[in-house]
């Protein structure tokens, strides 16, 4: 079945840091792809999407690519903030509109 | 904008209670999702519906069970808690045939002693 493999946190960086987020998936076809991200207590926030390959999924200042031929949609921010710790999943859509989800990386942004 | 409402927020219940979580979709969509998330894991999906029919099944329960109104709220009953059903419980909307996102609520944490 569908699956989606990601980098396993903790995660903690310094303000302004480099982020990058691995995530690489496994399905039939070719599914939708979502990174999600979760606050303290909060519920799951759609960050980005790409429903087929090369595209290019932005918000916020985080991106990520859809890339077919490597299976992954990493995610990433040139300059991370104390206010994006939180924990981030990966996830795919299969044909039936169901969601799989990865493992989550919680980040924590220092100051 | 309205978004997914979930009810109640929290929950607390003993060992073979039953509990009842509600679910309001945002207004016009026509699809619900429930997903389950334990303590530290990832969401797991349930079950979910489209036009008020069961359209897929996932890791959920015998002791579960769910259904969609006519006004497109769901409820998900379960049954004959266990400890391990302790965890939160997320509903998602989407209009199938026009949004290709699911919009999810904030959540009901239920908990069973």
């Known amino acids: 079945g569908d699956s989606v493999t990601q ?3 903790p995660v903690t960086l310094s303000e302004e840091a480099f982020l ?3 995530c690489t998936y496994t399905a039939t ?3 939708s792809l979502f990174w999600y991200v979760q606050y303290p207590g909060e519920g799951l926030q759609l960050l980005l999407k790409a429903t087929k390959a090369d595209d290019k ?3 916020k200042g985080f991106e990520a690519t859809y890339r077919k031929e490597t299976t992954s949609f990493h995610l990433e921010k040139g300059s991370v903030q104390v206010s994006d710790s939180a924990v981030y999943f990966c996830a795919l859509r299969d044909p ?5 989800f990865g ?4 980040l924590t942004i220092i100051p | 904008a309205a978004g997914v409402i979930q009810s109640p927020r929290h929950l607390i ?3 073979r209670e039953t509990a009842t979580l509600k679910c309001y979709p945002i207004p016009r969509h026509d699809t619900v999702y429930w997903y389950q998330q334990g303590p530290g894991q990832d969401p797991q999906f349930l079950i979910s519906f489209y036009e008020k029919m069961q359209s897929d099944k996932g890791s959920i329960p015998d002791r579960f069970s769910a ?5 497109y709220h769901s409820e998900l009953n379960m049954s004959s808690l266990e400890l391990g059903d302790s965890a939160l419980y997320f509903c998602a909307s989407s209009l199938v045939s026009v949004i290709n996102e699911q919009f999810f609520g904030p959540g009901t944490r239920l908990t069973v002693l």
């Open chain 1, 7 to 9: 980098m396993e946190g």
């Open chain 1, 20 to 22: 990058t987020i691995n």
């Open chain 1, 29 to 31: 076809g070719y599914p």
């Open chain 1, 57 to 59: 999924g932005s918000n």
């Open chain 1, 96 to 100: 039936n509109e169901k969601l799989t």
């Open chain 1, 103 to 106: 493992t989550g990386t919680r």
């Open chain 2, 13 to 15: 219940k003993e060992k």
């Open chain 2, 67 to 71: 259904q969609q109104f006519s006004d």
